[in-house]
């Protein structure tokens, strides 16, 4: 019933930026903490930023000072604002939110994931 669904993924040139967003929706009562992670075939998942119910960030070393993850609580949006890109930065992009539900109990949810493509 609780969907997360990311979108703005897409081919940028090296240095350039991009914008994902991840809207929640379904039948959802509180959102707590939410993240963006990020996975290349083969490799492991990786977080990339997480931001707290409060506004609390954290971000991953390699993508400090460029990244910036931000939500608007009445949209249960969350959004991952990336500034110089390279070719590292390549790699599907999924955002995870604890959420409870219907049921009252906290779990994660993950969306489907959008490409992000770093090339020249």
């Known amino acids: 019933q609780v969907q997360l669904v990311e979108s703005g993924g897409g081919l940028v040139q090296p240095g350039g930026s991009l914008r994902l967003s991840c809207a929640a929706s379904g039948n959802i009562f509180s959102i707590g903490a939410m993240g963006w992670y990020r996975q290349v075939p083969g490799s492991q998942r990786d977080l990339v930023a997480t931001?707290?119910?409060?506004?609390?960030?954290n971000y991953a070393d390699s993508v400090k000072g460029r990244f910036t993850i931000s939500r608007d609580k009445a949209k249960k949006t969350v959004y991952l604002h990336m500034g110089g890109l390279q070719p590292e930065d390549t790699a599907v992009y999924s955002c995870?939110?604890?959420?409870?539900?219907?049921?009252?109990?906290?779990?994660?949810?993950w969306g489907q994931g959008t490409q992000v493509t770093v090339s020249s």
């Open positions: 931001i707290t119910m409060t506004g609390t960030t």
């Open positions: 995870n939110a604890n959420i409870r539900a219907a049921v009252p109990v906290w779990q994660h949810y």
